[in-house]
């Protein structure tokens, strides 16, 4: 029976930390948890944060994009995006990184080690890993997405004849919804 209750404590000591990681996403200076009424999560956004329904199918399906309170400006870039199923969340996002181009290669990288630590540091250690190329006219999407469970970390890279520069987005998402957007 000892050794059967030392075999219990040891296996519990070395597994990942499965039971204390916390399936939550810090985004525009809150904390949202998957499953929160929408009432909750627009409750607790800072004020100089607000959130807008998106336009078309996207906002026909729930999404919201998350932006800071401008005076007009329409420069502000999304830092996040929310989606709601029946007034509940269900996917939440947040931009680690938004370029046009004007970043650096460092910049880039230093983000990309600083989420992927981030992930580690949470005990999520072994993603699985996809890849798209998706066209439009005039643009090529190229997608990497490293899935562990819940939470996503994607790389978006758009570039074509329609834009002045490549963009490149990397963000990280909380999702209950397979593929929510």
Aim: charged share 20%; aromatic share 8%.
């Amino acid at each position: 029976m000892k050794r059967l209750f030392l075999l219990f404590v040891t296996v519990l000591l070395s597994a990942p930390s499965v039971f204390a990681q916390d399936i939550s996403l810090f985004v525009a200076g809150t904390t949202v948890r998957l499953g929160m009424s929408k009432k909750e999560v627009l409750d607790a956004l800072p004020e100089h944060y607000e959130i807008q329904q998106a336009k078309g199918e996207a906002g026909a399906k729930g999404v919201h994009f998350i932006h800071e309170r401008s005076s007009g400006s329409a420069d502000n870039l999304i830092i996040g995006t929310l989606l709601f199923r029946n007034n509940k969340l269900v996917s939440a996002s947040k931009n680690w990184l938004d370029t046009d181009g004007r970043g650096s290669v460092f910049e880039l990288v230093d983000t990309l080690y600083g989420v992927l630590e981030l992930m580690e540091r949470r005990g999520e250690t072994t993603p699985t890993i996809s890849i798209e190329t998706g066209r439009n006219p005039g643009l090529v999407f190229q997608q990497i997405w490293l899935r562990y469970g819940k939470r996503t970390i994607a790389i978006l890279i758009v570039s074509g004849a329609k834009l002045p520069n490549k963009q490149v987005t990397i963000s990280e998402e909380l999702s209950d919804v397979p593929n929510a957007r």
